[in-house]
């Protein structure tokens, strides 16, 4: 089992920075593939990112391509989403989960597929 704690989020304005943060005390993130997911008021949560802990493999819904980019960092033991140009679309609570490598290493954009979730920390892009 592992425990991962979401940061970075914040209160920013159209097409600013943030960089989120999914760290883990309990484990070692290396072996666990992650995902990035979002949910709005009144909406679903959503697949916003994801990394393979196999091959590396990131994949991104179509809404931030190009302007969201996934990475782990090992000396770190964190797994990062950095988010450019935001839009207030982007207005979400953004949460980070990890899966049991166990079972499954690939990239996925599925909530399904997760065990382990953050609380999630919140992002408002705002005028």
């Known amino acids: 089992q592992v425990q991962v704690v979401e940061s970075g989020g914040g209160l920013v304005q159209p097409g600013d920075s943030l960089r989120l943060s999914c760290a883990a005390s309990t484990r070692t993130l290396d072996y666990y593939p992650i995902g990035w997911f979002r949910q709005a008021p009144g909406k679903e949560r959503e697949g916003v990112s994801c990394l393979s802990s196999r091959d590396g493999r990131t994949s991104y819904a179509e809404s931030v391509k190009g302007r969201f980019t996934i990475s782990r960092d090992y000396a770190q033991n964190t797994v990062y989403l950095q988010m450019n140009n935001l839009k207030p679309e982007d207005t979400a609570v953004y949460y980070c989960?990890?899966?049991?490598?166990?079972?499954?290493?690939?990239?996925?954009?599925?909530?399904?597929?997760?065990?382990?979730w953050g609380y999630g920390t919140q992002v408002t892009v705002s005028a």
């Open positions: 989960a990890a899966d049991d490598p166990r079972f499954r290493t690939g990239c996925s954009l599925q909530a399904y597929e997760y065990d382990y």
